[in-house]
């Protein structure tokens, strides 16, 4: 049996909303066919790192990283389509609905996840 992509996305949007009430943040979704920006060439490192800037000219506003350092070079983050994502780190997927200001970082079992008001004032 296949499960269709609007199927699939509802679901994801429901693990989203969830994690969002557990943790008292507003739900933003990050629709799949958006997209984001993810530094490629960290990939396979840990843990896995993400912020949320306010969406912005069709992005999600979601910057995901993996491994200790973060670069601010502007090639380090390339435009990747959420789906993509969701796909590929589902343990990611309920994470990505926290509203522009939040950050996580997981590592196997340890997440933590706050609110970085930096990221939404200019």
């Not at 557990?22 to 843990?47: D, I, L, N, Y």
């Amino acid at each position: 049996m296949r499960v269709s992509v609007n199927n699939a996305q509802t679901a994801i949007d429901r693990a989203q909303m969830e994690f969002c009430a557990q943790h008292g943040a507003s739900f933003v979704p990050a629709e799949g066919g958006v997209k984001s920006g993810v530094a490629s060439s960290t990939k396979g490192r840990v843990p896995m790192n993400g912020l949320r800037h306010p969406l912005e000219g069709g992005t999600t506003g979601w910057y995901i990283w993996f491994g200790e350092e973060f670069s601010s070079a502007p090639d380090f983050f390339e435009p990747v389509h959420t789906r993509h994502l969701y796909d590929e780190y589902p343990e990611m997927s309920k994470l990505l609905g926290l509203p522009p200001g939040y950050r996580f970082l997981l590592a196997g079992d340890y997440l933590d996840v706050w609110y970085d008001p930096s990221l939404t004032n200019p």
